[in-house]
């Protein structure tokens, strides 16, 4: 069994993503016990920022891939708008943190700094993690972009941006998805994801806000990203 050296590990860990209410098959991110507040040590000058995990023989570690499926085709007539009188309440984690503006009413699960808002068919979560340096639209292109790929269901990537965020510069990747099968029905539909990741002190958060493809919640995905901040 290979053991994924400390130092880099956390490039993959923090791609474990919840998407349409299923975790994708990926390893936790590096971090202290779910119980205690994410302490991450600083980068380095020397550290390489979007750097690849490796394991301690020299070779790529990557998670298993998940079975291959074929995209869905989006609804003619996508569900899913939020309803724009939909509240926003302020969510502050003491293990990430963090505080960010998320939806009232959804349902809520937390594990350590990561937490997760899902209603219906729209999951948003923020996942943390330490990383030995900032991503860069390089990286994630390069990297990342290929583990999501072997990681999430019927993967497409459509861009890879860095942007500015009141919280600091961050790197916006929209991609495409198959949601979890619903429980009743089995049915799937495919989703637009918008994955914002950040960088502070050695502490990566990527924020993620799954909707139905298609479907109009471009000032929600303003609104839920500009309001993170750092508390520590």
């Not at 860095?162 to 049915?187: C, F, H, M, W």
């Amino acid at each position: 069994m290979r053991h994924v050296s400390p130092a880099r590990a956390a490039r993959v860990g923090i791609l474990a993503i919840v998407v349409g209410g299923a975790l994708a098959d990926a390893p936790l991110a590096l971090r202290t016990a779910a119980a205690d507040p994410l302490v991450c040590a600083a980068a380095t000058p020397a550290a390489t920022a979007g750097s690849s995990p490796t394991a301690d023989d020299g070779a790529p570690a990557t998670p298993a891939a998940i079975p291959t499926q074929s995209a869905i085709e989006p609804e003619t007539n996508p569900p899913g708008d939020i309803p724009d009188n939909q509240a926003f309440v302020p969510f502050t984690s003491v293990d990430g943190g963090y505080t960010i503006s998320m939806p009232e009413g959804w349902a809520r699960t937390e594990s350590g700094p990561d937490v997760r808002f899902a209603d219906k068919l729209h999951t948003f979560s923020v996942d943390a993690g330490c990383a030995a340096g900032a991503p860069t639209v390089e990286s994630v292109t390069s990297e990342e972009a290929t583990l999501l790929a072997r990681q999430v269901p019927a993967f497409e990537l459509v861009d890879v941006t860095r942007i500015e965020l009141p919280a600091g510069p961050a790197v916006l990747v929209r991609y495409r998805t198959n949601s979890a099968p619903d429980d009743v029905t089995g049915k799937q539909i495919r989703l637009d994801v918008e994955r914002y990741e950040l960088f502070k002190d050695g502490r990566l958060v990527a924020i993620s806000l799954a909707v139905p493809a298609g479907s109009d919640n471009v000032d929600v995905a303003n609104l839920v990203s500009r309001s993170f901040r750092w508390t520590t």
